[in-house]
């Protein structure tokens, strides 16, 4: 049973760039939120979608957009990327209607803006 | 909106002591629940514990406990006989409305 997997493991962009990444939920699961967790911090939440829109957003500017597939994959884009927005961004799975049930995440994908 | 605190950035036990891990939080629902996660180095975050506020009986699994005080809004985590593979960062955080809301993370070194 495939947990959740993101991609790339790891990244390196530039000011200015944009950034894609990529998660695949864990089986069986329908719901996917992103988080961005600076380095000694704590996740804090991005968005969340399901059936293919997004549900729930944090207060991330609207440079940070999401996307997710039938298949329930989702990714992250990142546009105009900042200093800033070097973090790891972890994936984290669910089912929808699964309340309290708790979320799966994945390795991460650390991005490092020069 | 719910926050989640976590006062103690770093905290060490000797390999099979015991050790508390605080948190505390703020919310004005009345159905939520609370988790305790562990990223260890490798990144990922690993369910310890999950309670429902509405249960009164504080949550167990293995050699991990919460002593989960409503009133007071605290909901803290218990190792028990810890173990060298117990090092990680600990991660306090509740659940409301499908969201998820971590604090700031406690730091746990295991002493051989």
């Known amino acids: 049973d495939a947990g959740v997997t993101q991609s790339p493991t790891h990244l390196i962009k530039t000011r200015g760039q944009q950034v894609t990444l990529r998660c695949s939920p864990k089986?069986?699961?329908?719901?996917v939120s992103w988080y961005q967790q600076a380095l000694g911090q704590g996740p804090q939440f991005i968005f969340q979608y399901y059936e293919e829109e997004e549900r729930q957003r944090g207060n991330f500017p609207d440079r940070f957009s999401g996307h997710q597939f039938p298949n329930y994959s989702s990714e992250l884009n990142v546009n105009a990327l900042l200093l800033g927005d070097s973090a790891l961004y972890l994936c984290a799975s669910s089912f929808w209607k699964g309340v309290g049930q708790p979320q799966h995440f994945g390795d991460g994908t650390r991005l490092s803006i020069l | 909106a719910q926050t989640v605190t976590q006062s103690q950035p770093e905290m060490s036990v000797q390999e099979a002591e015991t050790v508390t891990l605080s948190c505390t939080y703020d919310?004005?629902?009345?159905?939520?629940?609370l988790f305790w996660y562990k990223q260890p180095p490798s990144r990922q975050m690993i369910l310890v514990i999950r309670?429902?506020?509405?249960?009164?009986q504080n949550a167990t699994e293995n050699r991990f406990s919460v002593n989960f005080q409503k009133a007071a809004k605290s909901f803290s985590l218990k190792i028990s006989d810890s173990q060298l593979g117990d090092a990680a960062m600990y991660f306090c955080a509740g659940y409301n409305f499908n969201k998820f809301y971590f604090g700031s993370g406690t730091k746990l070194n295991v002493k051989p």
């Open positions: 089986s069986g699961h329908d719901t």
């Open positions: 309670q429902e506020a509405y249960k009164q």
């Open positions: 919310t004005s629902e009345s159905d939520y629940y």
